[in-house]
């Protein structure tokens, strides 16, 4: 079974902080990975993705992750927040192969609400 | 491009209605996704749809069905509604299993009375 555990639910930074929002994952199979952001009454826009293919992934907004398999991580960064990226980040998994009740569907983190201060 | 279309925003009901949720994926997606965040619940697999069959189920008792149109619309219906099925219903897109990549609606708030 896949699981997704974000440490944190809120985090607060300072405008021009480094942003960090960790992330780590259970997978029995190879995972795909990917960040969320909700913002209030909305859906959520695809920020990155892991694939499998290169391990620092770089997204929209300047965000990136690193996939750290010997940690099973895949934390969130950015070098400088903004007061625009105050909102809720989700960390999913889903399984790459096929077949099985995981399969298809994304497991979500519960979710870290970010708080960007002036 | 036109996103992930949800119909309706809001939806308000009382307990042992029933409700009707549709969604438009992305024109050229084929499967459809259905999760229900409720406070406090996170975001929970709900139902995935793919060429017109139900491919994968939550964990979601019988009176959480759907479907999927010809056309890959989906509409999922929620029978003998309860208190606890209040939440945020996002139905998402993908065009097929290639990196599972998702992209979502803006959801259907159901409150039920």
């Known amino acids: 079974a896949q699981s997704v555990t974000q440490l944190g639910s809120h985090v607060s930074v300072s405008e021009g902080a480094l942003v960090l929002l960790r992330c780590n994952y259970s997978?029995?199979?190879?995972?795909?990975l990917f960040w969320y952001v909700q913002y209030p009454n909305q859906g959520l826009q695809l920020l990155l993705k892991?694939?499998?293919?290169?391990?620092l992934v770089k997204g929209i907004n300047g965000f990136e992750a690193e996939f750290k398999k010997s940690e099973t991580s895949f934390h969130l960064t950015k070098p400088s927040a903004h007061m625009s990226d105050a909102a809720e980040y989700f960390c999913a998994v889903s399984d790459q192969r096929g077949g099985g009740t995981s399969y298809g569907k994304l497991t979500f983190g519960q979710g870290t609400i970010l708080t960007v201060h002036p | 491009e036109a996103g992930v279309t949800q119909s309706p925003t809001h939806l308000i009901k009382t307990r042992g209605q029933q409700a009707t949720l549709r969604c438009s994926p992305i024109?050229?997606?084929?499967?459809v996704y259905w999760y229900q965040q409720a406070l406090g619940l996170g975001l929970q697999f709900l139902l995935w749809y793919d060429e017109g069959e139900e491919r994968n189920r939550g964990n979601f008792p019988p009176r959480f069905s759907g479907r999927q149109f010809p056309n890959y619309s989906s509409e999922l219906n929620v029978n003998a509604l309860e208190l606890e099925d209040s939440a945020l219903y996002l139905c998402?897109?993908?065009?097929?299993?290639?990196?599972?990549?998702?992209?979502f609606g803006p959801g259907t708030r159901l409150t039920v009375l």
């Open positions: 892991y694939t499998s293919a290169a391990t």
């Open positions: 024109s050229g997606h084929t499967s």
């Open positions: 998402a897109s993908s065009a097929g299993q290639v990196h599972n990549e998702q992209f």
């Open positions: 997978s029995s199979v190879p995972p795909y």
